[in-house]
């Protein structure tokens, strides 16, 4: 069954390394379940503005800060600065697709072949301008250089 994944485009990134780790225990068994949905295969992602699937977790309590997870800590997921950073990614996976009218709203097949490709182009720097000052980085830099061996959507 296909199952339709609202993604905000930096997220095509950040499903590339997930790892299973995150913001709290909710965020976490969220990201688990779609990861799992991603890996089995048949998944379309809409390309979407704002908080997303992923987000949906630390947004459900409504005060700002996510539960579930020790310690609670304000989410950023409507912040300016996380929108620029989807405008950039958007950008990168147009130039990187060659799919210069590719936007918001649009719906992209995750297939092995897109993941796999991502993951090249992650690999070799070419779409990660959105990375730039994410406190993930470090982490994510590891799971690249590991070839993605520990990261949760596995699709061959
Ligand atoms: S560095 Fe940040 S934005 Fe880039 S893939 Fe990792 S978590 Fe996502």
Redesign the pocket.
């Known amino acids: 069954m296909t199952h339709v994944l609202n993604l905000r485009p ?1 997220h095509f ?2 499903i ?2 997930y790892a299973g780790r995150g913001y709290s225990e909710n965020f976490t068994r969220n990201f688990d379940d779609l990861a799992a949905s991603i890996a089995r295969g048949g998944c379309i992602a809409r390309i979407t503005r704002g908080p997303d699937d992923i987000c949906r977790p630390r947004l459900e309590n409504g005060s700002g800060h996510e539960t579930g997870g020790a310690p609670s800590r304000p989410h950023h997921c409507h912040d300016e600065r996380i929108q620029a ?1 989807d405008d950039a990614a958007l950008a990168d996976l147009r130039r990187f697709l060659s799919c210069p009218a590719l936007d918001y709203g649009d719906e992209i097949r995750l297939t092995p072949e897109l993941i796999s490709a991502l993951r090249t182009g992650f690999q070799r720097n070419q779409i ?1 301008t ?2 730039l000052g ?1 406190e ?2 470090e ?2 830099n590891t799971l690249s250089r590991e070839n993605f061996i520990n990261c949760l959507i596995q699709m061959r």
Request: charged share 20%.
């Open positions: 930096h990134l950040c590339l390394t950073r990660r959105a990375c994410c993930w980085k982490f994510c």
